[in-house]
């Protein structure tokens, strides 16, 4: 299955942003890219799965032929000035040498012996032109924004000028990236609060909530959860809400604008083998493998813990974000058949305490399949075959569609039928549950209820939506139209300011362009472009011209629609592990917080956060623990991000503004005028 789908429109503005060359390697839910060089082969280790290998950024006159035929080893021809998509089915896992001719333009893909040693990928920087730095004063030139007599002020060092004859001067410094941040001194900025947020300059801090700060080790291990005494790739770490709760006004220091929380609900209770080859107990710790919608999981805290995060961000004037997980709930484990008295373990498997399940030797954590019967038809009394499709009796099997497949496996939500059903027996009978039979609905209509409950209980701000391009776009519309009515009633109920509902879409791959997706209820997409771009941006700062110029343009052109842009994500990539680097990490917060339209910063992203072990599962490492205990390195990166951040919290023209380039005789500027709010930014050279 293609990983991307595009329209024209969607083409035209990749290409606009494209960087390459550069080679994305794609699942249907996950992806990494890499540099492409003619002078030697990248190497990289694939698990058995479908992939789409996509080639930019090519330059010259070639196209590929579309009748080709897909094999390794085979010259494969690529096309320039256009990305290139070529599927592979990866039948053996292991690692592959990918050959890039910039000759031929052509890709050659070989399985080659599986490396004895890993070396760590450290990307070399991008081979791009730049101006150069000078220790001279920086004459500015202002004239289109600032008139004369102005006094403005430069954030990071605190220098103050006046604007005369159209111009200001500043000293620039190096230890800023080489960029100036340049407001008026008087009035003073006033703090940009959630109570009159623009979106479209919103700073949205994703916190993992598993990984991000333990404020009660008492919930450690609910549900009988274990560690696994070795690496604690895939096992709980203990974050949870009243962890957040402690760590708001750092979060606030950040000018954060909204929390994303990975999602917060019952998980289910037990694992699954972690990676290819099972070497780890991976648990649902990430919040994607959901069993209850409608109740807190013990390991993150219960519904005081959440009612005091909201009440608490709140007043920080900070936004709450759930995230909405409709196509799939979780796996079901050996704990969960168990806890649910689902028939269908195996003689072997009665009399164990499950959740303590270990391999034996020569065995590994997949082999806990041996212990349940897939053939039972006993499997009707788990979610049932009216409420999803799966691979086991009785159930309709999986779909090629992007509507009706199983992503990872897992079972697929039957959100477009039109039958009533009533909720699975050890769903009702689930502890602390709020799911209750209805009379009339379908699994759409429990699914959306289950969700937007959450708004009317807590005044819950808006939602990150996954998986999007699964889900049909009637359901969308029908999450957004009643999360907005029971928002605006827990408002007048709690007093509070009239504030629309917001929803965020994750479409895989999607760029930062408007989409039909925009029309299904979403006021956001997640712009999955930016990383690729801020690789040369974090080395030229002047190369995100064009990229800011088509973001801006995107947004002016679309009112109502934000892209939102990130460096780093829970299934993509660490931006700090690609480079290894603490200026590249500081440079790319300069592009990335600069950027016109939403961001999102990924917990840790502002210090460094080192990736984790992941044995066979690269995802696992993005998913480490939060560093609290700083050297001064990352004090140092920490202090330029709050800087950053809070300049741009500030100013709601940087992310909703139109962008505008000036002209200068040294050095790179622009600015971003909205309503009565003005901003220059100004680089000095590399």
Known sequence: MSAITLSTLALSTQLAYAAGPNISIATSTTARDFPLSASEPLVVTLNKNQYTFIVTGLNGDCASDSSQKIRFNTPLALNCHTQTELPFNIRFSGDYAIFYDNQQHTLLIK?????????????????????????????????????????????FSGQVATVNNGVVVFNPTRNTGSVMLIEQASPAPQPHTAKSLDWRNANIYFVMVDRFNN????????????HDGKQEIGTFHGGDLQGVINKLDYIQSLGTDAIWLSPIVEQVHGFVGGGDKGSFPFYAYHGYWSRDFTKIDENFGNDNDLKTLVEQAHKRGIKVMLDAVINHP????????????????????????????????????????????????????????????????????????????????????????????????????????????????????????????????????????????HVEGDVWLDLKAQASEKLAQWQKENQRPQQPFWMMGEVWAHSAYRSPYADEG?????????????????????????????????????????????????????????????????????????????????????????????????????????????????????????????????????????????????GYAFSRTLDDDAVIVYYSGR
Not at 111 to 132: A, D, M
Not at 215 to 226: A, K, P, T, V
Not at 528 to 542: E, I, V, Y
């Open 330 to 469: 979780g796996y079901a484990t050996l704990a969960d058949l168990e806890f649910d008295h689902i028939d269908v373990l195996k003689a072997a498997a009665k009399g164990q305490d499950l959740t303590k399940w270990q391999p034996k030797s020569g065995k590994n954590w997949h082999s806990s399949h041996e212990l349940i019967d897939y053939q039972s038809q006993n499997w009707s009394q788990w979610w049932g075959a009216d409420w999803v499709r799966s691979g086991l009796p009785g159930y309709d099997k999986p779909g090629s569609s992007d509507k009706t497949l199983t992503l990872a496996g897992l079972p697929d939500f039957k959100t477009e039928s039109d039958k009533f059903v009533t909720p699975p027996q050890w769903l009702l009978d689930n502890p602390g549950t709020h799911v209750v039979a209805k009379e009339h609905y379908r699994v759409a209509d429990y699914l959306v209820e289950w969700q937007t409950d959450w708004v009317k209980r807590f005044g819950i701000d808006a939602f990150r939506v996954d998986t999007v391009k």
């Open 215 to 226: 404020g009660d080790s008492s919930n450690d291990h609910s549900y009988g959860r274990q």
């Open 522 to 666: 979403f006021d956001a997409l997640i712009n999955f472009d930016m990383q690729k771009q801020l690789d040369r941006g974090a080395t030229c700062f002047s190369d995100m011209r064009k990229t800011y110029a088509n973001y801006s343009a995107e947004i002016q052109q679309n009112p109502g629609y934000t892209p939102v842009s990130y460096m780093s994500s829970h299934d993509t990539e660490l931006f700090f592990s690609r480079f290894k680097s603490f200026e590249m990490q500081r440079n790319a917060a300069n592009a990335l917080l600069l950027s016109p339209g939403a961001i999102q910063i990924y917990y840790g992203d502002e210090i460094a956060r080192e990736i984790g072990p992941y044995a066979d599962d690269f995802h696992q490492g993005t998913r480490s623990d939060m560093l609290w205990k700083l050297d001064a390195q990352r004090e140092d990166l920490l202090e330029h991000w709050q800087t950053l951040g809070q300049f741009r919290q500030r100013h709601p023209a940087i992310g909703g503004g139109v962008h505008k380039d000036l002209k200068q005789s040294r």
């Open 111 to 155: 399985r080659q012996p599986t490396q004895s040693k890993k070396q760590t990928f450290v990307r070399p920087l991008p081979k791009i032109g730049c101006e150069v730095y000078s220790d001279m004063p920086a004459q500015i030139n202002v004239a289109d924004t600032f008139a004369d007599g102005t006094r403005l002020k430069e954030a």
